[in-house]
Structure formats: structure tokens, C-alpha cells
């Protein structure tokens, strides 16, 4: 089993920036394309950033200019760089990991982000 470990959120004033990591443990074997996520209040979860193995990247628009993700494949570690955060950007962030077809995608716990002056 793959568990995946978020850390960095917290309370941040508009115009901040957080570092978000994601450790994942277990029988990782290989993670395939990671992600992160965010679920405001009462909205659906929806993407942020995912990044391949190789390191191809994708952002939603929302947070294209703002966001960097980066992954460490070493450390099986993926990071998201959220810049200029606004209140809109308050949600939990969870990231997840594609473990390939047969084991299916794992999921970490969430952090809090929360953008308020």
C-alpha cells in the first residue's frame, strides 16, 4: 500500500506564497503522472498541477503564472510553489499519484490552505 503525506499548508495574507510537499511511502514501486488538487467549501475538487514523470507539466488556469509543481523522483516527493495567493485559492489541496493501471491512483490526506488577511 502507497501512502501519500501533504505538509505545508497554513494560513497565509493575500499576496503570500506557500510551499506545498506531498512524501509518498509504502510499496511505492513507480508513480506515474502526480498531482495536485484543491476542494473549496461547497465547490468540487478540482485539478491545480500535474506533472509526468519525466517532468511535462499542466496547470489550471486559475493558478497558470502563480503555481510551479516539481516533483523529486528520488525522494518520491511533489512540491507545488503557489505564489500572489489570493482568498480564492483557500481550500484543502490534496495530491494524488497515478501508480499505474493496476494499482490505480492513492490520494493523501489534504492540507488546509488558507488565504485571508
Known amino acids: 500500500q502507497v501512502q501519500l503525506v501533504e505538509s505545508g499548508g497554513g494560513l497565509v495574507q493575500p499576496g503570500g506564497s506557500l510551499r506545498l510537499s506531498c512524501a509518498a511511502s509504502g510499496s511505492i514501486g513507480i508513480i506515474y503522472t502526480m498531482g495536485w488538487y484543491r476542494q473549496a467549501p461547497g465547490k468540487q475538487r478540482e485539478l491545480v498541477a500535474g506533472?509526468?514523470?519525466?517532468?511535462?507539466?499542466n496547470y489550471a488556469d486559475s493558478v497558470k503564472g502563480r503555481a510551479t509543481i516539481s516533483r523529486d523522483n528520488n525522494k518520491n516527493t511533489v512540491y507545488l510553489q503557489l505564489n500572489s495567493l489570493k482568498p480564492d485559492d483557500t481550500a484543502v489541496y490534496y495530491c494524488?499519484?497515478?501508480?499505474?493501471?493496476?494499482?490505480?491512483?492513492?490520494w493523501g490526506q489534504g492540507t488546509q490552505v488558507t488565504v485571508s488577511s
Open positions: 494524488n499519484g497515478d501508480l499505474g493501471p493496476r494499482r490505480g491512483i492513492a
Open positions: 506533472i509526468t514523470r519525466s517532468g511535462n507539466t
